[in-house]
């Protein structure tokens, strides 16, 4: 597979990483294909299945599989990215070949998480699962949940490998998203929701934002803004905004997004322990949010 530089790179815009809808403790197929559905028609760039905010780790295999399957099907032609985990390195292997008879735009690949591997360790992970891969790797450089930190000149070394073109980005580190950034072959997309106008603002491709399924057309023009280099009307649009990204994460992902879906008609409140409901002081002050009325 030929490189993709980040100016070429489909990995721009508004990316959702959808949630898993639940119904009695199964996944909830329905919910998510009209969710999908409803979504795509919103200006957003394309859809992330299985991440974090999709609770993939209380996914079995076959569940995670059947949730790609409903996620594509519903997409209306928009790329669908893939997201996995593991520590093991030759069952991630495996999970990667797996995958490579859907039609994805990438897979979302964080560090191995709990063994805490050093930098050398960190480029053999990426480097051989990028190999298994029949498709692009998105970096997922979350170190608050895999106990790994990716150095700057790792991230620089992995960039050279041709299946390897954007980082979501949620390590916190200001410089070194600069410096992705300044370098210019990763494509880099805001991980942290409350980072996006920033990141955004200092060139970035885009985001991978939980809170945009809610009211995305307002996150697709705030993009589109910071895309632009308008940054008065973008301002004007993040701080409008701001309120309800920070309620979104007031508690545990993706609790207080599901609560607000849930209230919406969308789907149940309802996760997979040891994930719990947002809690009831939480859900009140969500629904005094402007603009979160059902819909």
Known sequence: MPAVSASSTPFQGLWIPLVTPFHDGAVDHPSLARMTKKLAGQGIAGFVACGSTGEAAALDKAEQLAVLETVLDASQGLPVVMG??????????????????????????????????????LLLWFRALADASASPLVIYDIPYRTGATLATDTLLALAEHPRICAIKDCGGNAAKTQALIADGRLAVLAGEDAQMFTTLALGGHGAIAASAHWQAPRFVALVELLRAGDLPEARRAWQALLPWVEACFAEANPAPLKAVLAHAGWMRNE?????????????????????????
């Open 271 to 295: 996760l997979r322990a040891p994930m719990t409901a947002a809690s009831a002081a939480l859900e009140q002050r969500l629904q005094a949010l402007p603009g979160l009325s059902p819909r």
């Open 84 to 121: 996995l985990s593991g520590y093991h390195l030759g069952q991630t292997q495996e999970w990667v070949q797996t995958l490579a008879r859907y039609p994805l735009a990438g897979l979302l690949v964080p560090a191995p998480h709990y063994i805490r591997p050093s930098q050398d360790g």
